[in-house]
């Protein structure tokens, strides 16, 4: 256990996990997210985006592409490093 702060909402919470970057409201709400992303990336037909660009065309944010990737949600389809340079 381990207490830690949601890279999202920067709340504190506790984790059993050492893995978990977002407090579980974060998370509710990135699962919740996520089909429309799944749905971007297969109308996508695998093609190699960025986060920043799933961000623009989903209108989800950026901080929430980039987290779900980190979280495994999302697959490798998308290239997270680009959203690390702005
Ligand atoms: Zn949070």
Request: aromatic residues 4%.
């Amino acid at each position: 256990m381990a207490l830690l702060r949601c890279r999202l909402c920067k709340k504190a919470f506790i984790s059993g996990l050492q893995e978990e970057v977002v407090c579980p409201d974060c998370d509710v709400r990135l699962r919740e997210l996520f089909p429309s992303v799944r749905n971007f990336l297969r109308d996508n037909d695998g093609r190699v985006c960025t986060a920043q660009e799933v961000s623009n065309m989903t209108g989800i944010a950026l901080e929430d592409v980039v987290v779900m990737v980190s979280m495994g949600l999302v697959g490798l389809s998308i290239n997270s490093k680009a959203a690390n340079n702005r």
